[in-house]
T-cell receptor, first 115, second 115 residues
Framework: AQTVTQSQPEMSVQEAETVTLSCTYD???????LFWYKQPPSRQMILVIR??????QNATENRFSVNFQKAAKSFSLKISDSQLGDAAMYFC????????????FGTGTSLTVIP | EPEVTQTPSHQVTQMGQEVILRCVPI?????FYWYRQILGQKVEFLVS????????KSEIFDDQFSVERPDGSNFTLKIRSTKLEDSAMYFC?????????????FGSGTQLSVL
């Protein structure tokens, strides 16, 4: 079964600094998608970034970028120039092309941004 | 931007009672999902729904659970006889298409507390 592991329950970063959130996963599939979702205090889960396993180039969305290491099954999220509004719970998620409709989520990392 | 709307935001019920959690997916979306998150644990898949029928369900989604799209806008999750272990945050999600890379849009969740 697919598993997603986030080994950092909590992280903190100074405003304007860079922080990296870790995620590892386990799968036997060769094609799949990886996601980072953000859950602010409003509780709504918001898609931050998405990566397809077949694409070698790391995805970027403005200040958010990933370091996707397929062989190592690692998918970390880098937030540059951290802002107060980045404070949230961040979930890493996996979705396979052959494993049905469901997402597999990690347990989340709570990010605090220090002014 | 269109949003998935969930009501109520909090629901408290007595063990053995029936509850209905309501969701209004994004209007042009065709695929609907329920996920839940027990406090401190992973976000878990419950069920996916398309074309007025369940397309996939997890082991959690037993006979006590049911889903319905009673009209063109609402998508509901019913728990027939709640148990203490059903206490969790329940997230509704929708997507426009189906596919591993398809973005899921989540609601803000309903916090269910079973006493």
């Amino acid at each position: 079964a697919q598993t997603v592991t986030q080994s950092q329950p909590e992280m903190s970063v100074q405003e304007a600094e860079t922080v990296t959130l870790s995620c590892t996963y386990d799968t036997s599939e060769s094609d799949y998608y990886l996601f980072w979702y953000k859950q602010p205090p409003s509780r709504q889960m918001i898609l931050v970034i998405r990566q397809e396993a077949y694409k070698q180039q790391n995805a970027t969305e403005n200040r958010f970028s990933v370091n996707f290491q397929k062989a190592a099954k690692s998918f970390s999220l880098k937030i540059s120039d951290s802002q107060l509004g980045d404070a949230a719970m961040y979930f890493c998620a996996y979705r396979g092309t052959n494993t049905g409709n469901q997402f597999y989520f990690g347990t989340g990392t709570s990010l605090t941004v220090i002014p | 931007e269109p949003e998935v709307t969930q009501t109520p935001s909090h629901q408290v019920t007595q063990m053995g009672q029936e509850v209905i959690l309501r969701c209004v997916p994004i209007s042009n979306h065709l695929y609907f999902y329920w996920y839940r998150q027990i406090l401190g644990q992973k976000v878990e898949f419950l069920v996916s729904f398309y074309n007025n029928e369940i397309s996939e369900k997890s082991e959690i989604f037993d006979d006590q659970f049911s889903v319905e799209r009673p009209d063109g806008s609402n998508f509901t999750l019913k728990i027939r006889s709640t148990k203490l272990e059903d206490s969790a945050m329940y997230f509704c999600a929708s997507s426009e298409e189906q596919g591993a890379g398809e973005k899921l849009f989540f609601g803000s969740g309903t916090q269910l507390s079973v006493l």
